[in-house]
Each structure stands twice: as C-alpha cells, then as structure tokens.
C-alpha cells in the first residue's frame, strides 16, 4: 500500500498542505524511503548532494516530503528547511553503530531548534533487515529518546529497500500530525 492510501483518511473540504523534513546522516535511507514512500524504483539510488521534494495530492491534501542530503558538510544548510515544518522524520541506520554517537548528536541538535519546537518526531530505525541492526527499542534506549517531553515522538522500524514497517510510521504521521496552515 502506497503513500496515496495512506493519505485518503485525511478528508478535509478544502486543500491544506503538510510539509515534511526527512533528515538524517549520509547513508541511512532517506532518499531509498523517499521513493518507496512515493511508490518508485527503489533499485538505483545515488547520494544527495542537495535536496529532493516529493509533491503527492490526495484527498484534498498536498503532502511536500523534503528530503535534505545528510553528508557533514550539507547539516549546516538543514535549518534553511526548518520554517513551516508539519513532521520530522529522522532517519537512521541502524547497522551503523559506529555512527550511533553521531546521529544522536545531530538529533539532539535538531530538537533545540526553535523552528522546530513542538513539531511530531517520527524516527525510522532503517536498515532492519541487515544482520547487525541494532532493534528500535535498543536505538529508542542509546537516543535517550525517552526524555523528549516537548513534542510528539514515535520511533518506527523499517527497511526502505522493502517497504517493511514504513506505512505503520506514515500511519503514525497521520494520525499525530495537525497541519500549521490550510
């Protein structure tokens, strides 16, 4: 089931659009979630260098997905994405251990952002299909995710290259997410 199914229980009279920030490090899955969230080809993805945008319209709602490329030397330009923001989706891999400290720093980050206060937090624990994935609730433990007080939050397992796990976390969205504007 795509992202449009999941979209049709919104039902609204008129259009209203939700923004989207999907953030995280280099290499978590982002832009492989974007495509499957959007029902494309998941087989062929390259790095972004940039940004990439989704736009989906359904049931009188414009949903807009901004997916900010997570190498170093982009985060800086993340809070240029912040205005308006709906939801945060942050992705990690959770095969990545090494980088666990990393990705919570940035996190951390993220959640101080004033720009961002109060905005629903949906974290995918990606990569769950890999041998050496570290579970959600094991990720949800190193995060501290449990001291976040101040917003909305759901930590979601997943595989982005299969599909597993990413419409219960846009299930999660839809039904925690009120738009800032119509």
Not at 88 to 99: G, K, M, Q, T, W
Request: aromatic fraction near 8%; proline fraction near 3%; charge should be negative.
């Amino acid at each position: 089931m795509g992202l449009l199914a999941l979209l049709k229980k919104f039902r609204s009279s008129q259009e209203k659009e939700l923004r989207i920030l999907l953030l995280g490090l280099d290499n978590a899955g982002k832009t492989t979630l974007l495509k499957k969230l959007a029902s494309e080809d998941v087989t062929h993805i390259t790095p972004t260098q940039g940004f990439n945008i989704k736009s989906v319209q359904a049931e009188g709602y414009k949903l807009n997905v901004w997916d900010i490329g997570g190498q170093r030397k982009i985060r800086p330009y993340w809070r240029n994405y912040f205005e308006n923001t709906d939801v945060l989706i942050y992705v990690i891999d959770s095969a990545d251990l090494r980088r666990l400290d990393e990705t919570a720093q940035e996190l951390s980050e993220l959640l101080t952002e004033e720009k961002l206060s109060g905005v629903p937090l949906l974290i995918y624990a990606n990569k769950q299909d890999l041998e050496y994935a570290a579970s959600a609730s094991n990720i949800a433990e190193d995060l501290s995710l449990h001291t976040i007080k101040d917003r909305a939050w759901q930590i979601q397992p997943c595989s982005a290259t299969s599909g597993e796990g990413v419409k219960d976390g846009m299930e999660w969205v839809c039904t925690n997410i009120t738009p800032k504007r119509n």
